[in-house]
Every structure is written in C-alpha cells, then in structure tokens.
C-alpha cells in the first residue's frame, strides 16, 4: 500500500529530493494503488483518462503496446474488453496523431484541429508533397467514404491499391486515407483485427464534438495542463513532449499555470533545469509495483526522462541490425517498486504456448528481486494465454532467472 507523506518531509524550500520526484512521477502514472478487485470497465476507462492517450504500435512479437500500460498498472485484464473500449466504431474513444499514433477520448479530438490545419497548411504550400500531387486520389476516397460508409483500406477497390516496395509499404489509397486521417477530413472509425477503418467525421463522431470549437491557444492550455498532471512533476521539456508540443506554445502556458498556482517551480538535484510540480501531485513516501513496461510507455517513452529520473540508459533496437543488438529484439523495463531495475527481451510463441524470455539483464547498481520477476513473468504468460516461461541462455540475468523459473 502506499503512503501520502506531507510536503515538508522532502519538499523543502522548492526542493524535491530525485527518490521523490521518482516516486511523484509514478503516482501520476497510476503506480502504487492497491488493486479493487479484477479490473473492469470502469478501471480501465480510469487508467485510459488519467494517462490521456495509449500510443499504438503494431509489433506484436510479445503483445501490441497500447495493451501494456494497463496491464503495467492494472494487472491481468480482459483484452477483449479493452479491445471492445478503443476497437468500437462510435465509443468512447478515437485515434489521432497525439505523441504518436494513438487511442484517445473522443472528447479530444477536439484540441487537435490546430494540429490538422498545420497539417492541411503543410500539403497545400509544399508543391512536392505526395498530397499536393494526388489530389485527385484524396478527392476520390472522400466520395467512397460519403457513398459507401467507413471502409478499411483492404476493402476500397482502386488500381492503386496494391502495396509499393516491401511488405511493410503502402498503397496508394492507404497512403491517401493516412493524409486525410491527418488533417481531420477523416476519422477512425474503429478497428477489426487491429485494422483502422476510416470514416468521414460526420459519420462517426457525435454533435457536440464535431461542433466544438477550440481555439489553438486553449487547446493547448489544456493539453499541457492534462501532461502536467500526467506527469507530476517534469520539466519544460517533458511536459511538451507528452502531447509532442512545441515549447514556444508551451512557456506561456507554464507560466499562467505558475502564476495561478497549479504548478510550482521546484529543484531537482541533478537534474539541469528546474522542474514543475503539480499542485495536486500525491508525494507518497513509497510506491510498490511489480510491471513490465512497454518500450511506449509514457514513464520511459521521452527516454531523456527516463535516463533522469531512474538513471536507465534505454533504447529500442527492434529497427537495429541484429548483430548490433545489445539487449536484444523488444527489451521491456522492469519496474520494481520505484525503480527500473533490469530489462527483459520477450516474445509470446502463442503455437508452443510459451512465453519466451530471449535475455534477460540486471541494471548495474540496482537491487533486484528474482521471485518477484519470476512470479510476475508467470502472471504475464496467464494473461496472455501461454502455458509456461522458458529463460533463454542470454544476458547477466538469466541463469539466476532461469533457476527460478524452473523451480516456480
């Protein structure tokens, strides 16, 4: 169970010590709350809001990422709900390019028309963007789109539409929908085996969305008030990175929030520059977790903030030529309590029913609990239907892990 301290035991004249400013960062985030029971509907629709959006990555070597930061603090949950939750055509949740792709509430879809503009502004004026010169394409989609209803790609017959280069590349008509899906003039329209379908706006979201209208410099009050919160505590920097803001947008905001009270302006020793505490952050005197974490997990995903708050070195090396791996393919974080304390190469065979754990490595300097891993890597397999772990022979971790594991 964790425990809110007062300020003055570690906040002290602007001050707050790093383990604080740690713990203040996963407090936010939702770390360190006992759980109520199996996670339902509710707790889920929570976790989403309090985060304020779920990045969308399509590996799928262990499990697609949107799924891992609720698992990280929720524990075993049912995916066909969460799937249900971001899948459905007209619920509560939409997509958009908010730090990266992403499942958000559809309430905000809203504060990103500034964002589509730029985008829009950004095609028309560059003559040599692929949409300045497949204007017609884009022209056609939209007539699909209003005649036929929302469609995915796969489903809208185009000469064009046959895939370009490698496996990986897209046809025409998807590359035309992905424009369009920028700047507004379509929408998700939910998703069928993780395939986006789209749809015009005025065939998916509701009124009072569509008619919502928020000027640029609200909407980005909002959103770094939400990354504020999100945060707990961060710098400048951090708190634009949340929603990927630019910082001339950013500053003044800060500064009409300090002038109001909603942050305060701390010190972090050892960190560079100041930092800003959210007047409602919790400032627990501990925080107990056990979590794998997503390589787009919020906690480490700007990895600047992570190597600051946690002292973890961490980059993804899925895009790295194998023989230049140095941990391996999708290396998670291991969250112990307060700190990330090692790091885990996973793959889910799903046909022999394993989870594998391709290599596993110690953080130098950090204390790590084997039977707690091992029992959490057990809990992981569960959930995602697997039979059993098995600890490959790579990295400082796993002979121990692998005794462990064999012997749970």
């Known amino acids: ?28 985030q939702g770390f360190g709350r006992p759980a109520a029971g199996p996670p339902g509907t509710r707790q889920l629709n929570q976790t989403i809001d309090r985060l304020g959006l779920l990045q969308i990555d399509s590996v799928n070597v262990f ?45 905000s879809w809203p504060l990103w028309r500034w964002r589509m503009e730029q985008y ?12 300045a010169s497949n204007k017609p394409m884009l022209a056609w989609l939209l007539d699909e789109l209003r005649a036929s209803g929302p469609l995915p790609a796969s489903a809208i017959e185009h ?61 980005h ?35 009409e929030l300090e002038d109001e009270g909603a942050l305060d ?13 959210h007047a409602e952050a919790r400032l ?25 708050l946690f002292g973890f070195h961490y980059r993804i090396e899925i895009y790295t030529p194998q023989p230049k791996r140095v941990f391996g393919y999708y290396v998670l974080p291991i969250l112990q309590d307060d700190a990330l304390v090692g790091r885990v190469d996973l793959k889910s065979d799903r046909q022999a029913g394993i989870l594998r754990v391709q290599a596993a490595w110690r953080e130098a300097g950090q204390s790590l609990d084997l039977d707690r891993l091992a029992a959490l890597l057990q809990r992981t397999a569960a959930w995602q239907g697997l ?8 990295g400082d971790l796993a002979p121990a892990l692998a005794a462990v594991v064999t012997t749970a």
């Open 387 to 394: 039979d059993s772990v098995e600890v490959m022979p790579r």
């Open 63 to 107: 499990e697609r990422s949107h799924y891992l930061p609720l698992y990280a603090r929720l524990g075993a949950y049912d995916r066909p709900l969460a799937d249900r939750l971001t899948f459905a055509r007209r619920g509560r949740y939409t997509e958009y390019w908010a730090h990266e792709a992403a499942f958000l509430p559809v309430t």
């Open 159 to 219: 000469d064009a539409n046959v895939r370009q280069g490698p496996w990986w590349g897209w046809s025409d008509v998807k590359r035309g929908l992905e424009v369009l899906f920028r700047t507004g003039d379509v929408v998700s329209a939910g998703r069928t085996r993780f395939e986006r379908t789209y749809g015009l706006p005025e065939q998916i979201l509701p009124a009072e969305v569509l008619d919502a209208e928020v000027s640029r410099d609200d909407a």
């Open 1 to 28: 169970m964790t425990v809110a301290g007062p300020r003055v035991d570690d906040v002290a004249k602007s001050v707050v010590s790093p383990a604080l400013a740690r713990r203040i960062a996963l407090a936010a």
């Open 284 to 308: 627990p005197r501990r925080i107990e977790a056990d979590a794998i974490l997503s390589p787009f997990d919020p906690v480490v995903w700007e990895r600047s903030r992570a190597e600051r």
């Open 221 to 255: 009050r909002a959103l770094v008030t939400h990354a504020a919160k999100a945060h707990g505590i961060g710098t400048a920097s951090d708190l634009a990175d949340y929603f990927r803001l630019k910082a001339v947008d950013v500053l003044p905001v800060l500064r």
């Open 120 to 131: 829009r502004d950004d095609f028309a004026t560059h003559d040599d963007s692929w949409a």
């Open 265 to 277: 302006r701390v010190e972090v020793p050892g960190w560079s520059k100041h930092a800003y505490l």
